[in-house]
């Protein structure tokens, strides 16, 4: 049973920064993706962010120069880090596994908010 499990998130007002952190219960690279969703109220769960187990990473526009993928692979985890944070990047953050199935976290909170 593969295990995802979030930690990071919180309140932090318009311009603030935070990071989240995603460890899997096994090796990371040996997901061929791993990469951070989000699911504002009344929205579809979007991507916000992936990397590959090559390393190759991806971002959505609406957080391009401003949210940074990367991983650790002795912690077996996965990091967001989220600067310039918007009230718009509101939502619950998941992160993803993705082999031939996928793999989801339980999900954390991200709230801005002044």
């Known amino acids: 049973q593969v295990q995802l499990v979030e930690s990071g998130g919180g309140l932090v007002q318009p311009g603030g920064s935070l990071r989240l952190s995603c460890t899997a219960s096994r090796n990371i690279l040996s997901f061929a993706l791993m990469g951070w969703y989000r699911q504002a109220p009344g929205k579809q769960r979007e991507l916000v962010a992936v990397i590959s187990n090559t390393g190759t990473t991806n971002y959505a526009d609406s957080v391009k120069g401003r949210f940074s993928i990367s991983r650790d692979t002795a912690k077996n985890t996965v990091y967001l880090q989220m600067n310039s944070l918007k009230p718009e990047d509101t939502a619950v953050y998941y992160c993803?596994?993705?082999?031939?199935?996928?793999?989801w976290g339980q999900g954390t909170q991200v709230t801005v908010s002044s």
């Open positions: 993803n596994g993705r082999t031939l199935l996928d793999y």
